[in-house]
Nanobody, 116 residues
């Protein structure tokens, strides 16, 4: 059974930074793509960033230059470093593991609120 546990969310002021973490268990972490999605109230869940098993990354246009996804295979953990945060970044951020096309497993989500 795959488990993905996110942490690191919280309240941050506009322009601030946060680092989200997602620790995976129950699978061979290094061979799968990992990523982050987010869902704001009343909106559909959307891709934020993905990192492949080989370390290639892809970002949504709205976060390019402000977010960095990385992974530590020794710790079975994927990270999302976010900077220059805006109120529109407010959402529940979900970690996912992909075993094909698109997400296969999801974490429970962590709330990020950007507000003064």
């Amino acid at each position: 059974q795959v488990q993905l546990v996110e942490s690191g969310g919280g309240l941050v002021q506009p322009g601030g930074s946060l680092r989200l973490s997602c620790k995976a268990s129950g699978s061979i972490f290094s061979i799968y793509s990992m990523g982050w999605y987010r869902q704001a109230p009343g909106k559909q869940r959307e891709l934020v960033a993905v990192i492949t098993s080989g370390g290639s990354t892809n970002y949504a246009d709205g976060v390019k230059g402000r977010c960095t996804i990385s992974r530590d295979n020794a710790k079975n953990t994927v990270y999302l470093q976010m900077a220059s945060l805006k109120p529109e970044d407010t959402a529940v951020y979900y970690c996912m593991q992909s075993r094909g096309t698109g997400p296969t497993y999801w974490g429970q989500g962590t709330q990020v609120t950007v507000s003064s």
